[in-house]
């Protein structure tokens, strides 16, 4: 291993670090948060859908701000202040279980899932640009890959974790644990060299998104899986009287985890259209096995292919959209790109819940297999028409 290798691997590591504890504060309640909307505060699976996805409206609604942050201030200062308002976050968590009202204790939360999605958007933006600053463009598949291993591992470990928490100190002392999650983070971002931003004219944000937009919905369109089992597989587990409900969640990170640390080059090594044609396609098979699922054990499993399968739609999608846009726009492209992920989160999954609400739990996960062979035909297509670097 090369010193300049070295050196990457000791600024990734820390930069990790910070996106780690800040999923672990989103993963801890994922799979409690239906449970206590639906059958706590007595709300309906739109509702449910509208909890899980608030989080990721304030995400997409702050992305451009966080990528203009990071572009003229800094990724440091970014990340720092993203892991500060999710530690308040959590605090509201515990706060919302304090009040009586059924409304007004899901309008405290729904407030903390906001905070938590700007939180999320300052991070990760900050962790992207940053990565990519030091790794360079040529290996920014890389960078997305590793950072994609610590939210999905946070968000695989926080599942049952948050579970045992909430089964023994309860919805307040999860949701305390979620609050402090995030400061180890802070400290880690001390531990990275820092970047000066980048200078030369920026591109309006429009052209970004006009620049992007293609591997940004094929993004969209593969994630739409991860929403389905986040949102609905504890509720389609409890329907079916299914056990152990969080390894559904936990499934899916495993998996995704394993392929990104086997697999995670392959998208700077062959180009990010042709990994992302591969990765939509398991997707797929994977949703199709949820919605066709006939015991606990069969759903797990699919679960765990469509981790698989998007573990690398994200990097190799992204690779796409980093190779179109200038450096000193890197940021506001990263901000843009990693919106169309949660445009999926805040507009398709409580979409999502009025198909429930229609035809059942299970056919969350046949959409979900739909938007995935949707992702798959358009990754083909950025395939035929590579752009130049």
């Not at 990734?12 to 706590?40: K, N, Y």
């Not at 995400?59 to 999710?86: E, K, M, N, Y």
């Not at 969080?246 to 640390?261: E, I, W």
């Not at 506001?332 to 819940?353: C, I, N, R, S, W």
Request: glycine content about 14%; hydrophobic content about 55%; charged content about 10%.
């Amino acid at each position: 291993m090369t010193t300049q290798t070295k050196s990457l691997w000791r600024d990734l590591a820390p930069i990790c670090v910070m996106v780690f504890v800040e999923f672990l504060a989103m993963g801890l309640p994922l799979s409690i948060l239906p449970v206590r909307v639906h059958d706590t505060l007595g709300f309906g699976s739109f509702v449910v859908g509208l909890a899980i996805g608030a989080q990721s409206w304030a995400t997409l609604l702050t992305r451009h701000a966080a990528g203009t942050r990071s572009d003229q201030r800094g990724p440091r200062s970014t990340a720092i202040l993203g892991l500060s308002v999710s530690v308040l976050a959590g605090t509201l968590y515990a706060l919302s279980s304090l009040v009586p009202n059924p409304s007004v204790s899901l309008a405290v939360l729904l407030v903390g899932r906001g905070l938590l999605g700007l939180g999320e958007s300052l991070v990760i933006t900050g962790a992207l640009a940053w990565g990519v600053a030091l790794a360079g463009r040529e290996r920014s598949g890389l960078v997305m890959a590793w950072v994609g291993i610590a939210m999905y591992g946070a968000m695989a470990a926080g599942a049952p974790f948050g579970a045992a928490l909430d089964a023994r100190f309860g919805f307040v002392g999860m949701s305390l644990a979620a609050a402090l999650a995030p400061l180890p983070g802070i400290a880690a971002a001390f531990l990275v060299r820092p970047v000066d931003p980048v200078g030369g004219a920026r591109i309006p944000f429009y052209r970004v998104i006009k620049l992007i937009w293609l591997p940004g919905a094929g993004l969209s369109l593969a994630a739409l899986g991860f929403g389905a089992i986040a949102a609905f597989s504890t509720l389609f587990f409890s329907e079916h009287a299914w056990p152990h409900a969080s390894l559904a969640m936990s499934a899916f990170g495993a998996a995704y985890v394993l392929a990104r640390l086997v697999l995670g080059g392959l998208p700077d090594r062959f180009g990010g259209a042709r990994v992302a044609v591969a990765s939509a396609g398991v997707a797929a098979v994977g949703q199709l096995g949820m919605w066709l699922s006939t015991s606990s054990l069969m759903a797990v499993a699919a679960a765990a292919l469509t981790g698989l399968g998007f573990s690398l739609a994200f990097p190799s999608f992204g690779v796409e959209a980093i190779r179109r846009v200038p450096p000193q726009n890197r940021g506001v492209a990263l901000g843009a790109y990693t919106a169309f992920f949660d445009a999926t989160m805040g507009l398709g999954v409580p979409a999502l819940g009025l198909v429930v609400g229609a035809f059942g739990y299970g056919a969350a996960f046949a959409v979900g297999a739909f938007t995935a062979l949707t992702a798959l035909l358009i990754a083909l297509g950025l395939a035929r028409s590579t752009p130049s670097a």
